[in-house]
């Protein structure tokens, strides 16, 4: 069996040396790696979104390739076109960018509704079909989209149905002024992600991601991760709730994050540190809630501070 504990931190460290200051979304980001997750990264310009992505996927020995996404984006861009070669009279596939390993899809709500779903079936179920033909994505594969919640002019908010296909939502926010001084430091000669090396290669990653199924979860565990979704269920404060989906989510990387410990069982903190950036983004407040600004976020926050928490019994 793997030893997952010093896989994530090799990846951790790695990345670390761009990313400065953001360990906790660092963290967020090879949770959702292992967890065999999409990783939607969600803030302001300039905070590193895209270099957290690109981080991640230069320490990882996979194929890699990046989608920046704009209105005029077509789905065939995206998923593969088939063109006929005149030499052999037959039509051949040329596949798009989503065929790699690691997927940065940048500043996703720029492309037009009909290019995001093209990422839909590939997200989901590991495939894509190009004029009726069927044809498997490499393993691993993830999909890390970047977008930026406060300019919305000529954007396409993501639909519900795009946004529960993504494992976490994680933001950075802006880094503490000791933490921007070593970025200024590191980056005046030369940016840190051109030495940036592979750390793992995609079949260790590949095996460490068989290996975290078997991380236990104790049947209180398992209801009290349904019962702060069903909480969701039942709120006044939210039109639409977490689907078991997002259970599923909760559950894996509840699980990664407990391998992430040193652990191999999980403990009612595991839920509790994941339930934010699981659930979140999956829920849909009322109009009443939205006009007290209340946010998803807290309202996942007040779930777990009402709900009673289980006996933290491995077995």
Known sequence: MTDLQSFALRLIEN??????????????????????????????????????????????????????????????????????????????FRPGPVMAQVVLSDEINRATPKTQAALLEAMEERQVTVDGVTYPLPRPFIVLATQNPIEHQSTFPLPEGQLDRFLLRIRLGYPKMEDEIDVLEQQQFRHPLEDLEQVVSDEELAAAQDDLRAVHASPPIKKYIVEIVNETRDNLDIQLGVSPRGSLALFRTSQAWAAMQGRDFVLPDDVKALAIPALAHRLILNPGARLRSLAPEAVIQNILDRLPVPESVPA
Do not use: W, Y
């Open 15 to 92: 990345i670390e040396r761009v990313i400065v200051g953001k360990r906790t979304a660092v963290e967020l980001a090879v949770a959702s790696l292992l967890s065999q997750g999409h990783l939607l990264i969600e803030d302001v310009p300039g905070v590193g979104k895209t270099m957290l992505a690109r981080s991640l996927a230069k320490s990882l020995g996979c194929t890699f390739s990046r989608i920046q996404c704009t209105a005029d984006v077509l789905p065939s861009d995206i998923t593969g076109v088939s063109i006929f070669n005149q030499a052999t009279r037959q039509f051949e």
